[in-house]
């Protein structure tokens, strides 16, 4: 089955602690993206990736990182993470032959105390 | 800069009823144009897109014309259903740059 997943779905950490949230394809998709959502504001993109190494800073991109190894898997890092990063996380992945439309994954709700 | 820009929610409607949900952008180039669609608990699903000037999009009864005159892309569903109560989301995005903008989402409530 076409998927993307993501894990984990729920965590609740305290500020300061390193975490990962991953997020992996199965559809060969060029393009990932990170997106977080929270009330009011819609969904707004931390970082895209439109292949294996290439990365870019979305809107929101300020307290977190990401790579891209591998055409699959595109991690979503928080190296310190901070109360304000509390909210629900998505990610997605689209194919350039399909104009883009994204493939969105369940979501990481995270809370940081 | 670029931005995308929703009515406000929620909206409430009676089943059958006829459904607009206004949107439009700011664009400095040529953007896709998508709706997607967030049912409770639920991620994202795409729901209708269009890709240049003058399109429509149409998908489970729902349709949306890329108007570049009016910088406009409103979705619309003659007839909505209970089922179609969930969070409707306006978004752009340029093929060549790979950023992705949402407006704010609507809230829909159908009521039987």
């Known amino acids: 089955e076409a998927q993307v997943t993501q894990n984990p779905r729920y965590l609740i950490t305290v500020t300061g602690k390193k975490l990962t949230v991953t997020c992996s394809q199965n559809?060969?998709?060029?393009?990932m993206s990170w997106y977080r959502q929270d009330p009011g504001l819609g969904l707004r993109q931390i970082y895209y990736?439109?292949?294996?190494?290439?990365?870019d800073k979305g809107d929101v991109p300020e307290g977190y990182k990401v790579s891209r190894k591998e055409k699959r898997n595109f991690p979503l890092i928080l190296e310190s993470p901070s109360p304000n990063q509390t909210s629900l996380y998505f990610c997605?992945?689209?194919?350039?032959?399909?104009?883009?439309?994204?493939?969105f994954g369940p979501g990481t709700r995270l809370t940081v105390t | 800069g670029d931005s995308v820009t929703q009515m406000e929610g929620p909206v409430t409607l009676s089943e059958e009823a006829f459904l607009t949900i206004n949107c439009t952008y700011t664009?400095?180039?040529?953007?896709?144009l998508f709706w997607y669609v967030q049912y409770p608990g639920e991620g994202l699903q795409l729901l209708l897109k269009?890709?240049?000037?003058?399109d429509k999009g149409s998908n489970k009864g729902f349709e949306a014309t890329y108007r570049k005159e009016t910088t406009s892309f409103h979705l619309e569903k003659g007839s909505v259903q209970v089922s179609d109560s969930a969070v409707y989301f306006c978004?752009?995005?340029?093929?060549?740059?790979?950023?992705?903008?949402f407006g704010q989402g609507t809230e829909l409530s159908v009521k039987p």
């Open positions: 997605a992945s689209s194919f350039r032959g399909r104009g883009y439309e994204q493939y």
């Open positions: 559809m060969n998709h060029e393009y």
């Open positions: 990736s439109m292949n294996v190494e290439v990365t």
């Open positions: 664009a400095t180039g040529y953007p896709s």
């Open positions: 269009a890709t240049k000037a003058d």
């Open positions: 978004a752009l995005f340029y093929n060549q740059g790979g950023k992705l903008i």
